[in-house]
């Protein structure tokens, strides 16, 4: 009889669960024939995703470890990641990253997740992979979104987490785990006896979602709201949703009322267009940056919101705007050009 047609039915079952949950949030490129790398920190959550993978899609897995070197136990990570992949008989990159020592204007998680992911999209060039995988959960999509209904935030980042993003050129960043609990997890990895990493940072209640996860959300289930992570998350994809319809729909405009002329201003007719939705107008002139590649780090959701404002009341006039962006409305058309060579 086999170990797994004697374990328990229950047991079964969940497990099944779990890697039916995982296998619906693995695109198709799995069985393209390209390695996967997988981030794996020690945790519980990357610790099922990886052994999750090994049982659906096993070709080609490396798996990658930043050691971000904040704790005294992070070598003991990385040691654990390491003889994990090498049980299972995967490669294992790993890299220690000064996050302590770097500079700049940003936090220290800030600094560690910029590192994180720079090692990643490097990892995945080293090996030829495609598709890197991170265990993002549903409760860490709720946690997220949550936290950033608190700082402020817009339609695009009540998302959260999207399944699927860029990470450098030719690599994506995948989710599979989003729509997954973190008990199932931790029930998984019961079934399946396997240990796990436990980051003792995680339980610090100054840090804002670490404050979300064991105080706010936790009252919320076991109180009046039992289904909160899970509402969240659905919130989530339909925030995504929106945002995507209202960006295809900015693309759109642009692409038929848009005009790139030969000095590389770019123009828009406002009679055409002034009737719009102002939060359309918006998302339009947001369009325009994306697809001129114009710096978008120091333009805003006010720098937007005036311009359709002023757009959609041909307020004729000039000004700058971040980035080298010179824009001029009069009452029949808009003109926006970035400087040529640095700003």
């Known amino acids: 009889m086999s170990s797994s047609s004697s374990q328990p039915v229950a047991t079964r079952v969940a497990k099944a669960g779990f890697l039916s949950a995982l296998a619906a949030g693995l695109p198709s490129l799995c069985d393209a024939g390209f390695p996967q790398l997988v981030a794996v920190s020690g945790g519980a959550d990357s610790v099922a995703l990886l052994l999750g993978m090994v049982r659906l899609a096993p070709a080609g897995l490396v798996v990658a470890h930043a050691d971000h070197g904040l704790r005294a136990e992070s070598a003991d990570d990385a040691r654990f990641v390491t003889e994990l992949a090498g049980g299972l008989g995967l490669r294992c990159l790993t890299r220690r990253l000064d996050v ?3 500079g700049g204007g940003e936090g220290l998680e800030g600094r560690a997740r910029r590192q994180r992911y720079a090692f990643l999209a490097e990892a995945a060039h080293e090996v030829g992979a495609r598709q890197v995988f991170t265990a993002h959960t549903a409760d860490d999509q709720a946690e997220t979104v949550l936290h ?11 998302a959260g987490m999207r399944h699927t993003r860029p990470l450098a050129d030719g690599v994506a ?17 019961a079934e ?46 339909q925030a995504g949703a929106a945002a995507d319809a209202l960006a295809s729909a900015a693309e759109h405009l642009l692409e038929s009322h848009g005009r790139r002329q030969a000095d590389g201003r770019v123009t828009l007719r406002t009679a055409s267009l002034r ?69």
């Open 100 to 102: 302590a020592a770097s």
């Open 173 to 189: 960043l995948v989710r599979p785990l989003l729509r997954v609990r973190r008990a199932d997890v931790h029930r998984f990895l």
């Open 192 to 237: 399946v006896a396997q240990d796990w990493r436990e980051d003792a940072s995680n339980r610090d209640l100054a840090r804002s979602r670490n404050l979300l996860r064991h105080e706010v959300l936790p009252r919320c289930v076991t109180g009046p709201y039992p289904a909160a992570a899970e509402s969240i998350a659905r919130l989530a994809a």
């Open 275 to 343: 009737r719009l939705h102002r939060h359309l107008l918006a998302e339009l002139f947001a369009a325009i940056w994306r697809r001129e590649g114009w710096p978008r780090h120091d333009m805003t959701a006010a720098h937007y919101r005036s311009l359709a404002d002023r757009f959609a009341d041909a307020a004729a006039g000039g000004s700058d705007l971040p980035g080298g962006v010179r824009v001029d409305i009069t009452a029949d058309d808009v003109s926006l050009q970035r400087a040529a060579g640095p700003v």
């Open 148 to 158: 950033r209904i608190l700082r402020g935030t817009g339609l695009a980042g009540l």
